[in-house]
């Protein structure tokens, strides 16, 4: 008899994977937006989650609906989650000053990063917008960022300088200020901020670029 629709077993394999990747269900409805009572209710075997929601989750774990679906004691699916064991991250199409990072709702999707670099801060990725940083970043390219409020000097960072939307730019320090520059000189020369300006505007470092994911 097939496993789908039974609630007990959908309940338990959600709080295995749970478990495994280190979240709880806050993590979980922040990131795939979820209602916190609705998610309550499938992990207390109350109620079912639809197909499109199991297909969300089953992402979420870099694994199979079936993995969800299916009792553990028919489908030993954790040997296959080893081998593809991931921590998704959200896609962001825009960080707009005073929004923190997990309560953004521009989600775009979704990419997956290993739980060793997981392990070490929060990231998000962010779909660069304009050509500003070409030939280096190209418009709609996926950029993987560690959320951090400062970076060394020639760092590629995010940025939002005077509320605005982010903006990703290298940047250079100096003792008076910081210089961010875009690769395309042509459309953004580089642009100075003396430390007045960083605390007045404010100018402030979002996270740093730490990995470029273009599809081929």
Not at 8 to 27: P, Q, T, V, W
Not at 99 to 128: M, Q, R
Not at 160 to 170: M, P, S
Not at 177 to 188: S, W
Request: glycine share 6%.
């Amino acid at each position: 008899m097939s496993d789908l629709g039974n609630k007990e077993i959908m309940a338990s394999n959600i709080k295995y994977y749970m478990e495994r990747h280190g979240i709880d269900r806050n993590k979980v409805c922040a990131d795939l937006g979820f209602k916190y009572t609705t998610f309550t209710d499938w992990i207390n075997a109350k109620t079912y989650p639809r197909i499109d929601k199991i297909e969300m989750m089953a992402n979420y774990f870099g694994i199979s609906k079936s993995d969800l679906v299916e009792s553990k004691d028919k489908k030993k699916s954790s040997i296959n989650f080893v081998n593809r064991v991931g921590v998704q991250i959200p896609i962001l199409g825009s960080v707009i000053a005073g929004t923190p990072i997990s309560a953004i709702e521009d989600i775009l999707g979704y990419e997956v990063i290993t739980p060793e670099l997981a392990s070490t801060g929060t990231f998000f990725c962010l779909k660069v917008k304009g050509n500003s940083m070409e030939p280096r970043l190209f418009e709609d390219d996926i950029i993987v960022v560690k959320q951090q409020p400062d970076i060394e000097s020639g760092d590629v960072a995010v940025v939002l300088v005077n509320g605005d939307e982010a903006t990703v730019k290298q940047i250079k320090k100096a003792d008076n200020g910081i210089t961010l520059i875009g690769y395309n000189v042509a459309v953004y020369p580089p642009t100075f901020y003396s430390n007045e300006d960083i605390i007045n505007l404010p100018v402030t470092i979002i996270g740093k670029v730490i990995e470029l994911r273009r599809p081929f």
